[in-house]
């Protein structure tokens, strides 16, 4: 565990109270928590299985010791963005607000692994360019499912509310059914659910953790 | 490091990469990165040390592997925050904004140290209320320093600008000038800079996040 550099900088005022003036560095806080952050952006339409293998990753990293946390409609819509609608302009900001969080999750040398559809290209370029300018690791991860498949899976029953709500003529503006899904064209990772399990999903994502040096190799 | 419980939760996918179904529980998470996560909220005037504390303590925590983090304005209102203003609606949005973020932390499993003057009773106490609603620990820290001190200490020159303004008759709604600051009458801790040091505030503060078992006895 290296110490903070500098001796000029440094106080000594009391045993293991130590601190010097200004932020910790980047570097510093690397060196002492052992691990890089990052945001992995997961975006796939609803039951691409985004979720599924966030939470799996999450665990994996935990159990070796990396702090990682998930950003997902549960704990954002409820909390931070429960005053957003979905009008086009809420949808943007809540997209926005979860790509500043992740930002500063990343900053924190926290894992940051965001589930959501964010089926706008400006949108997700947007929060791209928030880590590129902070210069912090950004992953797109685009998970890959034919909308047939998803659909078929409706693990929250929310196709099924779309189709009858488009019969019934009151759209949703629901991703794949009357809403378009913008399929990421410069994404770092495409991830085809229908054709890789979780486990291989996991080992994707760890190496290109390790790739981009937030993991030691 | 204890292992994910329940043998039947536990899917072993392959080496090393085992996860099971659904959310990581708080008691999983703490375990595996072995401390809490909590809420440090710093309130006090403009210049009344709650940087100069919230610095020094997110190293000392960091020293000991207790991954920590600040927010303040330099880090939120050019980021998540950017598109508030000063009315009252955007102050108080502005705070309600990093109480989430900061119960995010905390629920994450990071020391989120807050620094905002946020002079009003009301929204420091939708962010307690946040904590507990998530039961996440809660530690609104009273950082007092009378006015004519934090005047004299000024640090970023903003209560001459203020003096001035008032002066020319343009007020600035600036606190302790020409805007309230709500003493906490329910604080956790009231540390008067006055007359402790840094270094005495930080033991301070390590004391109550023992006393929270958010770090070990």
Known sequence: MPAFQGANMAKQVATNITWHEGDVTREEREGLLGHK????????????????????LEQVLLKSSVSAYRLDGDNIR????????FSADDRAENIRRVGEVAKLFADACVVAITSFISPYAKDR??????????????????????????????????????????????????TGIDDPYEEPVNAELVIDTSATSVEEAV????????????LPA
């Open 37 to 56: 952050g990052a945001t992995l952006w997961m975006t796939g339409l609803s039951g691409s299985g985004k979720s599924t293998i966030a939470v799996a």
């Open 78 to 85: 409820h909390g931070l963005n429960k005053n957003l609608g």
């Open 125 to 174: 370029d947007l929060v791209r360019k928030l880590h590129a300018d902070a210069q912090l690791p950004f992953i797109e991860v685009y998970v890959k499912c034919p909308l047939a498949v998803a659909e078929d899976r409706d693990p929250k029953g929310l196709y099924k509310k779309a189709r009858a709500a488009l019969a019934a003529g009151k759209g949703m503006n629901f």
């Open 203 to 214: 080992r994707i994502l760890l190496a290109a953790l390790r790739k981009q040096s937030v």
